[in-house]
Nanobody, 119 residues
Framework: QVQLVESGGGLVQAGGSLRLSCAAS????????MAWYRQVPGKQREFVAR???????GYADSVKGRFTISRDNANNTVWLQMNSLKPEDTAVYYC?????????????WGQGTQVTVSS
């Protein structure tokens, strides 16, 4: 079982920045993909960004050019740098670890951290 702990959320004005972090209990090298998702009440959880253990990244169109995902395998941490924040970025942000064990993919989630962007 992989434990993920997010931090860095908070209240920020539109146009501001926040940096989220996600600390993993397992050696990051063994985690194939780390990703960030977000969810607002009444809506489905949506993909934000991902990074593979090889360093390749992917972003949702809504955050491309504003958010940057990175990982530090030595410290078992992944970050999400969020710039030029908009009110529509307000959500609970979740960290996810995706690990291939044998032939099965396993997903692990953190508890989430609230991000609120005021207009």
């Amino acid at each position: 079982q992989v434990q993920l702990v997010e931090s860095g959320g908070g209240l920020v004005q539109a146009g501001g920045s926040l940096r989220l972090s996600c600390a993993a209990s397992e050696n990051m090298i063994s985690i194939n993909i780390m990703a960030w998702y977000r969810q607002v009440p009444g809506k489905q959880r949506e993909f934000v960004a991902r990074i593979s253990n090889g360093g390749s990244t992917g972003y949702a169109d809504s955050v491309k050019g504003r958010f940057t995902i990175s990982r530090d395998n030595a410290n078992n941490t992944v970050w999400l740098q969020m710039n030029s924040l908009k009110p529509e970025d307000t959500a609970v942000y979740y960290c996810k670890a995706k690990i291939l064990r044998g032939s099965m993919w396993n997903d692990y989630w953190g508890q989430g951290t609230q991000v609120t962007v005021s207009s």
